[in-house]
């Protein structure tokens, strides 16, 4: 075998979470994957009890974000949840799949978390999601993490930077 046929190639993605509030088409066009937080919404009626109340997760946040924001400003009360340490390990396995990870091709994963200082739950949620992906690869896979120490258009900042680069 030569030597430049065992030679293993490396290709390189950038993920993030929704907390950066990247846009759909963007992400598509940019080869940049992104990881939903399920999020909770509570309506309430004119009583001030909830009528309404559903959990889902978005894979584009526009076409709701009218009845979103307005919600917020009628009362309404919206929760994020974090993704579990699996499915992240699933998100990240995903996404290099998507990649093209194979016996000859090893993928860095470069991931823009939202600031620990903000949800250090979800950073060390991210990280140990990231070591379970790694593990399972066997070495195909490398996840490396950077805390924005950030949210929202800043993330996005360091996310659109980082594709930049």
């Known amino acids: 075998m030569r ?21 759909k088409e963007w992400c598509e066009r940019e080869g940049v994957e992104v990881a939903f937080f399920p999020w909770s919404w509570e309506v309430k009626g004119s009583t001030g009890l909830p009528v309404e109340y559903t959990t889902t997760y978005l894979d584009d946040f526009e076409p709701m974000a009218d009845k979103f924001y307005r919600g917020l400003a009628s009362g309404d009360i919206v929760r994020t949840s974090l993704i579990t340490k699996e499915g992240f390990a699933e998100f990240f396995k995903g996404a290099a799949l998507k990649a093209g990870t194979s016996d000859k091709t090893k993928v860095i994963i470069w991931h823009i978390c939202m600031s620990s200082g903000l949800s250090i739950g979800t950073w060390d949620t991210v990280w140990k999601g990231a070591k379970i992906a790694e593990k399972e690869s066997g070495g195909k896979v490398t996840v490396v993490i950077s805390d924005t120490k950030a949210a929202s258009l800043t993330q996005r900042l360091c996310v659109e930077k980082a594709v930049e680069m």
Do not use: N, P
């Not at 293993?8 to 993030?16: D, E, V």
């Open 3 to 23: 030597k430049e046929e065992r030679k293993m190639r490396t290709k390189y993605i950038i993920t993030t979470d929704s907390c950066a509030d990247v846009r």
